[in-house]
């Protein structure tokens, strides 16, 4: 119960950090918005940043803090190594992505040329857009830093730093905007990204320091074993979150075909499914990944497999119900969102039409993330690209199949169904690899039988109020939507305490904990 408790705790930093981003994003998003509007400045913008935030997806975020959590956690308590690792990848990484950024600023007139096509015949805009790459190359330096420190500090189970420094990168762009804009005009929006990469990289050096640890140059860093095991972990990862990427371009060119409107309404959609996706899902597999991690660098295998089913359980726990409660409330919740000016009710219709069929894979999107890191804890980031690979393909397969049928919705539709696809593969092929894992007694079919129950009558329930409050065409401002939140949040916990489900008892546990704690 106690590393329950831990985790629980440790998914809620991380999912209350995510969710202070988003905020903070959302913020950053109106005052760019407010500050340029949908003109060619902000147009040129955000071509500029497509460059150096694919490369910080595929490389920085994603595939160098995932990777190095596993070697990291190899060190252990050995202060000398561990800190010598951390030398020597911050080296490396340095050195690297340094020159990989000199020569995106070097050829930045070129990569604006093929990338932004459209903006070939419009010089001032093209100028612009070549300006802003040239600036913001440098932030994936910066990004790369805090991913290093991120996966440093999440292995250390300092989660608190890491989950609210990217509140700092959208803080950036806001002060830059804020105070910056009078007198460097629109180039106050590349400024703002890199005075935000400043700030997420230095908001997390203190908690290494008081850790013990510190950044300093190793030019040998290429005899350190640990970092060549990083680059070699890396590049499978940046494969598997290229495959994504892919799965996301099909989709939109795909729904290019169909009615207008049908890319943005996937879009907005999709941004609405990120959030819970973020705060839960996302949250819950970077918590879980550096004790899985640690159990098997240590050999505890019957311990990694039950951190594994703790991890799943909590998953199926929160996304069921987050699901239902999506495309339940699906039409409110767009309208809330999104419906004004020229964003009228029809588009409201589709975008809601589409975050249904994306809502029905939010459990399974939210399963691959702790699959995938319970894999890349065992020291194995291939059979994920290998499994995410079949995915793509299956989701092509499907969007050309259902969007004949459903136009748009289909697209949507086939994404979930993927997910389910790519779950099935991955908990197969890690039953093959641990032999640990059996379906029947994966989760216990006591606890299946209540967590059906519960979302159940949890279902039922926001129909009920779907019906009373949003019915004869009744509109609800923000705080009746939010008292829906609060209200249905905590019938369902009311739910998990009467149906006894373990979740319940850790929840009491982390509360209890942080009492004696206190007093």
Request: charged share 15%; hydrophobic share 55%; net charge positive.
């Amino acid at each position: 119960m106690r590393e329950e408790g831990s985790l629980v705790k440790n998914t809620l930093i991380v999912g209350m950090g995510t969710f202070l981003s988003r905020i903070s994003g959302f913020l950053r998003e109106i005052l760019i918005s407010s500050s340029f509007g949908a003109t060619w400045i902000t147009d040129a913008f955000l071509i500029a940043y497509t460059i150096p935030n694919l490369l910080r997806r595929l490389f920085a975020e994603g595939a160098l803090s995932t990777s190095v959590v596993p070697v990291f956690s190899r060190y252990g308590e050995e202060k000398e190594s561990s800190q010598k690792f951390i030398s020597a990848s911050f080296t490396g990484f340095t050195l690297i992505v340094a020159l990989v950024c000199v020569g995106g600023m070097i050829f930045s007139p070129l990569l604006v040329r093929i990338i932004a096509v459209g903006f070939r015949g419009e010089v001032e805009k093209l100028s612009l857009t070549t300006n802003f790459t040239f600036i913001m190359f440098p932030f994936l330096l910066l990004i790369s830093w805090s991913a290093l420190l991120m996966g440093f500090l999440n292995t250390l189970n300092i989660f608190s730093w890491s989950a609210v420094a990217p509140v700092f990168f959208n803080l950036g762009t806001i002060f830059s905007l804020w105070f910056l804009k009078s007198f460097l005009g629109p180039y106050a929006l590349a400024w703002g990204v890199i005075l935000g990469g400043i700030g997420q990289f230095l908001f997390q050096i203190p908690p290494l320091y008081q850790a013990g640890f510190h950044l300093h140059w190793d030019w040998k860093f290429w005899e350190n074993e640990g970092f060549r095991q990083v680059i070699g972990l890396m590049l499978p990862v940046s494969f598997s979150l290229a495959a994504s990427q892919i799965n996301t371009i099909v989709d939109r060119t795909i729904a290019s075909t169909c009615q207008e409107g049908a890319v943005s309404a996937l879009y907005f959609a999709d941004r609405l499914m990120e959030l819970p996706l973020g705060v839960f899902g996302v949250a819950i597999s970077i918590a879980i990944l550096p004790s899985l991690s640690q159990k098997f660098s240590k050999g505890e295998e019957v311990e990694w497999k039950n951190a594994l089913t703790q991890g799943m359980r909590w998953i199926i726990f929160l996304m069921l119900p987050v699901a239902a409660f999506l495309i339940i409330f699906s039409i409110p919740l767009v309208k809330l969102v999104y419906q004004r000016g020229a964003f009228d009710f029809i588009a409201s219709s589709m975008t809601a039409r589409a975050l249904i069929f994306y809502a029905l894979g939010l459990p399974f999107l939210s399963l691959n993330l702790l699959f995938t890191r319970a894999f890349y804890s065992r020291g194995d980031t291939k059979t994920p690209v290998k499994i995410s690979l079949i995915a793509v393909f299956s989701n092509v397969g499907l969007d050309l199949l259902l969007v004949r049928w459903m136009n748009f919705g289909g697209l949507a539709l086939a994404t979930s169904v993927a997910a389910f696809l790519n779950s099935f593969l991955l908990i197969l092929f890690l039953n093959r690899l641990s032999g640990l894992i059996k379906f029947k007694n994966f989760l216990p079919s006591k606890w299946i039988g209540k967590i059906l129950t519960q979302v159940t009558i949890f279902t039922l329930f926001c129909q009920f109020l779907q019906g009373r409050f949003y019915s004869g065409g009744k509109e609800k401002g923000l705080f009746s939507f939010i008292g829906i939140i609060i209200l249905v949040s905590g019938f369902y916990l009311l739910l998990t305490f009467l149906l006894q489900l373990e979740e319940g008892k850790a929840i009491i546990y982390l509360f209890h904990n942080r009492r004696s704690n206190t007093s």
